[in-house]
Nanobody, 123 residues
């Protein structure tokens, strides 16, 4: 059974930093690209960042570029999202998702999802 479990969310002041993690089990993790998505109340789920299965390439949404960094440790079956210079508009539930081989920007193209972790940025 495949499981993705996010952790590390919480409450932080604007300008602060937070790191969230996504631990995977039940799959050959090094064969999967991983994306981070977020969903704020009343809004659609949106792409944040993705990292390829090997970790050789990462891509970011314009809204987080230069502030967020995605990384992975295939030995630990874990992907990380380091979030710096957080803004109130970054407040959302953050989800990780895995897709076999290549990454995509659209949520519907991912095979597995975590349950999400809440990130709240206060002004």
């Amino acid at each position: 059974q495949v499981q993705l479990v996010e952790s590390g969310g919480g409450l932080v002041q604007a300008g602060g930093s937070l790191s969230v993690s996504c631990a995977a089990s039940g799959l050959t993790f090094s064969n999967y690209s991983v994306g981070w998505f977020r969903q704020a109340p009343g809004k659609e789920r949106e792409f944040v960042a993705l990292i390829t299965y090997s970790g050789g390439m990462s891509t970011y949404a314009d809204s987080v570029k230069g502030r967020f960094t995605i990384s992975r440790d295939n030995a630990k079956n874990t992907v990380y999202l380091q979030m710096n210079s957080l803004k109130p508009e970054d407040t959302a539930v953050y989800y990780c998702a895995a897709r076999y081989y290549s990454g995509r920007y659209y949520p519907g193209e991912y095979d597995y999802w975590g349950q999400g972790t809440q990130v709240t940025v206060s002004s």
